[in-house]
């Protein structure tokens, strides 16, 4: 049992889609639309499987008008049937309609069998003809195929007596036809449509045909020619224009006229100076020139009796430099836009014709009667698109597609439901709801790297918070571009899925920190100490900073007396101490088991700075007294580089500790030969009358 | 009991020609049934209100498209009327025939709810 053909509907009275579906929804599956723009969604998203619209004129938001000409932009005009259904029956706006491609025209009042009868009518015309474009193509193509290798085999024979491999004739077919397709999307000098590209690339074929009249000795002379050699050589492209000109059959042909044109003015020059008629510019007709650029290119990079082969690049660049003759300037721009696929294109089996070549030329051979689907191709489609259906029903994903023109977004029904957003929103990044969820600097972003792929490459990951439901949350974007496959493609939407990494993302910002940080006490850990501080004095090379290394006086007597667990409670809380006593952007870390340091920025005044620092972590621990040595190191003395400030505030420690520690001294540049200077402030602790030592 | 035919002589309508093109008289009296919960003359109403002519000539020519397939002459001659000098913005005509659209409708309306209660079709 076939699936009933669908019927879109477009009428913004709800009364007259009822009358309309009451007459036609026992037959078919009616699909309603209440303006301009719904039915450009639902013409979006049913495509081809529509078989006819049924299209008021008058609706808000977009009107008939506005529909068929979206309808005209995407071609889909030319594959789906309108009828025009209105009240308006001024002769201007049923011209105006049939200009836009419209089939036929019902007016109000309907008639319930007149409707039914125009519509079944329409759509058998339609399937008839879908079958028959089926049938032509596949002549067409047959066609084609025979008449190229009959042509291609000949003209063989003839570069035979050359010596040529016969790959010369290959060539000039691929070379031809990749610069007439380069061409015509440059300019619009020279209207050529794919027909005319497909016959000038079979006739290139024939350019040579003169030299079936040069003798063999000219031809294969493996040194220079002479004057008069040369001069015979040159009749080739007169004589093989004879040649044709003498046929006594198909005169009329646009190939042999074609053909005739490349075989005589194949080497004639863009400033007047060529053979044999001496035309200037475009009086040698474009196929000529066309061919002439091809010959030349393929006569460079060839080995031949009298040379060896030049690579590519240097070829072009001969040509470009002028040094192989004049060409027009717009096809030394097709060379140079074509150059870097040149020698790829050249290597493969190029005798074949190009699929999409036969279905374009086809089309522009039935230009109001084809269809570029087939019935078949639509079944398949309806079974992708359960499937597609069904498979994002069961992720449990958030499965979405945009696309440019018109401007819309589609979800997955589950999709949908969790974003709390109608499955289809048009022109969504003006949507308040859309705007509300995910903020426009990041989808902006998205947008960019999208557009920024390309064909081969159109896969894109991107990470960014949504907010579903008021909470904050990372999610991570999959998705690719959709590319059409026009040159140059264009970017027309893309489709993917976001997955919540949310818990993931925190987790790794978790580890991240664990990873950079001392367990027992939160401060830094050394190596992330060091990264920051290496970072901060790169930034700011000019400022004047500070490292202190310092320890816990008699810590090991705290572990032995009074145990470890104690002893991590004193190393907590003078790190605490020590936090505390620094500002914001100052580095404290844990470097050793009871080391510490300390990295900070100053103006001046540094005594006193880590005067107080010092006093402020001496004390108390229930009842354990805590005293510290530290070193202190300056930038201005001991230089910038990590290794050497850290060994300088090493040795000003040392100094304290080798002295008594309980105190802290400065680094001075006498420490490094191993003289003890005292140059800072003695300070004895003596609160407890605990001996230094 | 009021019969369609009566109703519809009672609108200003034409029975005979709506019967020919929908051809069954239930299907017509669904349609004529449903002409109540049609929101065109509201919005038309509305939109005179806001002067928003764009969309009072969409109501005006909506009315007149229903109008003419349930064979609704005499509102589907006004509004026709009213659309047409609402086609291009306001003009002083409108508003006198936004008056006669106005009565035309009130009078099917009330033609049609007589219709309905008589034959127990509310």
Redesign the interface.
């Known amino acids: 049992m076939r699936n009933k053909q669908k019927i879109l509907i477009a009428d ?5 889609r ?2 309309l579906t ?1 007459m036609l929804d026992a037959e078919y599956e009616i699909i309603e639309a209440e303006d301009g723009t719904e039915a450009v969604a639902a013409l979006q998203k049913y495509g081809t499987e529509l078989s006819l619209v049924l299209l008021d004129i ?3 938001k977009m009107d008939g008008f506005g529909v068929l000409m979206v309808m005209d932009q995407h071609r889909w005009i030319d594959d789906i049937p309108v009828i025009m259904i ?2 308006e029956n001024s002769s201007f706006q049923i011209e105006r309609a049939y200009d836009l491609g419209v089939t036929d025209f019902i007016n ?6 007149v409707v039914h009868r125009r519509v079944v009518n329409t759509l058998l015309l339609y399937t008839k003809q879908k079958r028959l474009i089926d049938l032509v193509t596949e002549q067409i193509y047959e066609k084609e195929k025979q008449s190229s290798l009959m042509v291609d085999i000949l003209s063989h024979i003839v570069e035979f007596r050359n010596g040529e491999s016969g790959l010369h004739v290959l060539h000039i077919r691929v070379l031809t036809e990749l610069f007439l397709k380069q061409l015509v999307t440059m300019t619009d000098q020279y209207p050529l449509t794919q027909t005319d590209i497909s016959m000038i690339s079979t006739a290139s074929a024939l350019h040579d045909i003169g030299k079936i009249s040069i003798s063999g000795k000219i031809l294969n002379k493996p040194g220079r020619l002479t004057e008069e050699e040369f001069a015979i050589m040159k009749t080739h492209s007169a004589i093989g224009a004879d040649i044709l000109r003498q046929l006594p059959f198909h005169q009329n042909s646009p190939h042999v006229k074609t053909a005739y044109e490349i075989c005589r003015w194949h080497h004639e020059r863009y400033d007047g100076r060529g053979y044999p008629d001496g035309l200037k510019g475009d009086e040698i007709p474009i196929s000529a020139q066309i061919v002439a650029l091809a010959d030349v290119y393929d006569a460079l990079t060839s080995e031949r009796v009298y040379k060896k082969a030049i690579p590519h690049e240097e070829a072009v660049r001969m040509i470009l430099d002028g040094q192989c003759g004049v060409f027009n300037p717009l096809l030394l721009e097709c060379l140079t836009a074509v150059s870097e696929s040149l020698p790829e294109e050249l290597k493969q089996d190029t005798a074949r014709m190009d699929p999409e070549g036969v279905k374009e030329l086809t089309e522009e051979l039935l230009r109001r009667h084809e269809i570029t689907s087939s019935e078949r191709t639509l079944q398949l489609l309806e079974h992708e698109r359960m499937k597609y259906s069904f498979f994002a029903s069961l992720s449990e994903e958030i499965q979405f597609e945009y696309t440019e023109v018109p401007s819309m977004l589609s979800l997955s029904s589950w999709g949908a439901e969790r974003l709390g957003l109608p499955e289809m929103i048009m022109d969504p990044m003006h949507d308040d709801q859309v705007c509300s969820i995910a903020d426009m600097e990041s989808i902006g972003r998205l947008s960019k790297l999208l557009r920024a792929t390309t064909p081969e490459q159109p896969n894109v990951q991107y990470e960014c918070k949504l907010s579903v439901g008021g909470i904050e949350r990372w999610a991570r974007f999959i998705c690719r571009a959709i590319w059409s496959s026009d040159m140059p493609p264009q970017y027309m939407g893309a489709f993917g899925k976001t997955v919540d990494i949310h818990e993931e993302r925190l987790r790794i910002e978790h580890l991240e920190h664990e990873v950079a940080h001392d367990t027992l006490t939160g401060l830094l850990n050394h190596k992330h100490a060091r990264k920051r501080i290496v970072s901060q004095m790169k930034d700011d090379p000019g400022a004047k900073f500070a490292l202190a290394v310092l320890d816990l006086d008699d810590f090991k007597s705290a572990n032995d007396t009074y145990g470890h667990m104690f002893g991590d409670e004193v190393l907590k809380h003078s790190a605490n101490q020590l936090k505390s006593s620094v500002r914001g952007n100052d580095i404290v870390a844990r470097i050793g088991g009871d080391e510490f340091l300390i990295f900070l920025k100053y103006e001046k005044n540094l005594e006193a700075i880590m005067d107080r620092i010092f006093h402020s972590l001496l004390g108390t621990y229930k009842a354990f007294p805590i005293s510290f040595s530290m070193g202190v190191a300056q930038t201005e003395i001991a230089g910038t580089d990590y290794p050497g400030l850290f060994q300088a505030a090493d040795h000003a420690l040392y100094t304290v500790k080798r002295s008594g520690s309980g105190r802290y001294c400065f680094y001075d540049t006498s420490m490094q030969e191993g003289n003890v200077t005292f140059s800072m402030i003695d300070k004895v602790y003596e609160e407890d009358g605990r001996d230094d030592g | 009991m009021m019969s369609l035919e009566e109703c519809y002589d009672a609108l200003g309508g034409n029975y005979k ?2 019967l ?4 069954s008289e239930r ?1 017509v009296k ?2 004529v049934l ?2 109540l919960n ?3 003359y509201v919005l038309l109403e509305q939109s005179m209100q806001d002067k928003n002519y764009e ?1 009072a000539f ?1 109501a005006a ?2 009315i ?3 109008c ?4 609704f002459d005499r509102l589907g001659d006004s509004s026709s009327r009213l659309a047409e000098a609402l086609r291009s913005g306001w003009t002083p005509e409108a508003d006198a025939l936004v008056d006669e659209v106005k009565r035309d409708y009130q009078e099917t309306a009330d033609a049609i709810r007589a219709f309905q209660t008589e034959n127990g079709e509310s």
Request: glycine share 4%; aromatic share 6%.
């Open positions: 913004d009275s709800e009364m007259n009822a009358i009451e008058v609706m808000p209105s009240a109000r009042p309907f008639d319930a069998r | 020609a709506v020919g093109r929908l051809s299907i669904k349609f449903k002409f049609d929101q065109s969309e969409r020519h909506t007149k498209g229903v003419q397939n349930l064979s």
